[in-house]
Each structure stands twice: as structure tokens, then as C-alpha cells.
């Protein structure tokens, strides 16, 4: 028998009586954890709809009955879903602490700390994984320490700062592929109208064996792969090099032209150090 008020299933009352518990469980005096695993499998399918925000919500009903490393590894992946790294950070830490062989929660921590640009932490965490692992996954885990090392030696090496410099030489775009120009007012040069070329038109010929942009964009993978394919002195793709372009000319339209500086009262601008007129 029901007698906590409408919410079946839950003993001692709903944490969230909004929610809608009997989609979820069932008036047979199930224990706690059948309640936790309940809305495990529901929290779940919520994230496969894509419905990450329900998902994380339902993640954490389940977590006030029953705090398990499963269903916080679980809501660590929401969290990584949306860009929340320090949670998804502190969620899946949280899970190793309950089980240290949690080879999803190592993962997920591990991938956070690569996002946040902690990558000797993040190659620690998947080579963690990877013991526990026992073959599976074990691929993308050899992956996630290839990438985190390579950026952990190219830091080191300063090769960033020679990739700009190799990459000064690439640009040079085929004519055919390039827009139209044209006049700028109160200037004499020729101004590049980007916004009127369609890039998304290249073709990347079968022989093109570089990096290339997918569906995420720019990510961390493409920036790896991109570096070393300068290094090995071949050329970035056209297409993929007017998107880099785009993004940028962009972001910065997308700034104002004019910033505002406050200055100190009955300051003068031309007697700061540095500023006087010679």
C-alpha cells in the first residue's frame, strides 16, 4: 500500500514531487537501490534522447536515495555533454573515490581535465583506465594518451610557436578559389568580400591526406593533427583553411570597434611614460 503522499514507490517521501514517479517505479515495496537503479535506467534513456538537462535532473534524484560511482560517472557524462568540466570533474572524482577501478569514471575525469588543458592529469587518468580496462576501450584510451602526450611535448619543445611560422607560408589560396574583391571606401587596396564566397562548395580531392573538419569543428584532435601536418611540411586544405579564416573574421566583426578607457582625473595621456610624442 501507497502511503507516502502520491509519489509510489519512493519511502519516505519524493525529493521532487513534480517528478513523475511512476514511470519510474512501482507500489512493491522495492528496496532503495531498486529505486536508484530505476531511475538509473531512466536518467539513462533521457540522455539517449538527448535530453541531457532531464537526464542530469533524474541522475540527481537518484543520488539522494543511493550515492552510487555508477550513476555519478553517469551524470558526469551529462556534464561533459554541456561543457561543464569542474562539475563533470568533481562528479566523476567522486565516483573513484567509491570504486577506484571505475574505468567510464577515469575516463570522464580524465577527458575533463584534457578540456580544462590539464593534460599531465588527463594522460594519468587514462592510463589508469587502461589498466583496468582489460581490452576494452582500449583503443580510444591509447588514443586519449597519444594526443594528451603529444601536446605535453610540443609544449615543451615550444613547437607552437614554430607552427605559426610554418604556417605564415600556406596561405596561399589558388586564385580560382578565391573571392571576388572589391572596393574599399577611403582606401586604394582591394578589399576580400569573404562574406560572399561559399567555401562550403570546395571539394577535398581523394588524394588529400591531411586533417579535415567534421561536424564538431575545430576541436582538439584537428588542432594535433593539423600541427603535425605542417611539421611534416604539407599544406592544409583550402577548404578547411577558409573555415579556420571564417571563424576568425567572424569572431572578430563580432567585437567593437571602440573600447572606452576611463582615465585617472587630470590625467594627461600624452605625459603617461611611454605615450609622450617624440
Not at 589558388?174 to 572596393?183: L, R, Y
Not at 583550402?238 to 578607457?261: C, G, H, Q
Amino acid at each position: 500500500m501507497n502511503t507516502n503522499g502520491g509519489d509510489p514507490g519512493f519511502r519516505g517521501g519524493s525529493p521532487d514531487p513534480g517528478f513523475d514517479w511512476s514511470a519510474v517505479s512501482d507500489d512493491d515495496g522495492s528496496t532503495s537501490k531498486e529505486e536508484a537503479h530505476r531511475l538509473r535506467r531512466a536518467g539513462n534513456q533521457m540522455f539517449r534522447e538527448g535530453n541531457v538537462r532531464e537526464a542530469i535532473r533524474i541522475f540527481g534524484l537518484a543520488l539522494t536515495i543511493s550515492e552510487s560511482p555508477v550513476i555519478l560517472a553517469n551524470r558526469a557524462a551529462c556534464f561533459l555533454r554541456q561543457g561543464r568540466y569542474a562539475q563533470a570533474l568533481e562528479d566523476a572524482t567522486r565516483a573513484i573515490d567509491l570504486d577506484p577501478t571505475n574505468v567510464k569514471a577515469l575516463y570522464r575525469r580524465g577527458v575533463a581535465h584534457m578540456r580544462m588543458e590539464r593534460y599531465e592529469e588527463a594522460m594519468q587518468d587514462f592510463s589508469q583506465a587502461r589498466v583496468y580496462a582489460k581490452g576494452t576501450g582500449e583503443r580510444e584510451l591509447s588514443t586519449r594518451i597519444g594526443e594528451c602526450q603529444t601536446v605535453l611535448d610540443m609544449m615543451q619543445s615550444n613547437v607552437f610557436d614554430n607552427t605559426v611560422n610554418q604556417a605564415q607560408g600556406f596561405e596561399d589560396i589558388e586564385m580560382q578559389d578565391t573571392p571576388k574583391h572589391s572596393p574599399s571606401p577611403g582606401n586604394d587596396g582591394p578589399r576580400t568580400d569573404w562574406r560572399s564566397f561559399d567555401w562550403r562548395t570546395l571539394e577535398v580531392e581523394p588524394e588529400y591526406d591531411g586533417p579535415t573538419i567534421g561536424r564538431d569543428g575545430i576541436t582538439l584532435e584537428f588542432v594535433i593533427q593539423m600541427i603535425q601536418h605542417f611539421k611534416a611540411q604539407k599544406r592544409l586544405h583550402r577548404k578547411y583553411l577558409w573555415f579556420i579564416l571564417t571563424e576568425i573574421l567572424m569572431l572578430l566583426n563580432s567585437l567593437p570597434a571602440l573600447v572606452n578607457l576611463k582615465l585617472a582625473p587630470q590625467q594627461d595621456p600624452s605625459s603617461a611614460r611611454g605615450w609622450g610624442f617624440w
